[in-house]
């Protein structure tokens, strides 16, 4: 399966299937779930989130994408453009990668004493300052 990349300033309300709007001014990535269940994915673009890769032609994000909030459950991977499916993970193992994600995030965001770019840049974005 393959999916398509726009870069945009924002990402739009109504997003297509088969499309991953990356905004690089917000450091985020959207796309509706490859499984077609049609709920919205959002990756934020942080050193603690995913990595976003363009060469030019395709792009790639890393690590996989685990929807385990939705229904579907799915996980896969973005890479040149192409969706490659992952393994389901157990409840334990998406604990696990939970806790894995919380802890690097905190020692991140205390050693560095900041707050994510894309935090503040959504912010204003919203609250329109």
């Given at each position: 399966m393959k999916i398509n990349h726009n870069f945009t300033d924002d990402?739009?309300?109504?997003?297509?299937?088969?499309?991953?709007?990356?905004?690089t001014e917000y450091a985020t990535a959207s796309h509706l779930c490859c499984c077609g269940c049609g709920e919205r994915v959002v990756t934020p673009i942080s050193p603690t989130d995913w990595k976003l890769i363009f060469n030019?032609?395709?792009i790639s994000l890393h690590p996989s994408i685990g929807n385990w909030s939705f229904d579907c459950k799915s996980h896969y991977w973005i890479k040149n453009n192409q969706i490659i499916w992952a393994s389901q993970m157990t409840a334990k193992e998406i604990s696990a990668v939970r806790q894995t994600d919380a802890?690097?995030?905190?020692?991140?965001?205390?050693?560095?004493?900041?707050?994510?770019?894309w935090f503040?840049?959504?912010?204003?974005?919203?609250l329109g300052r």
């Open positions: 990402i739009p309300q109504i997003i297509e299937n088969g499309e991953i709007y990356i905004s030019g032609e395709t802890k690097r995030k905190r020692e991140y965001y205390s050693k560095n004493d900041k707050k994510p770019n503040s840049s959504l912010l204003k974005h919203v």
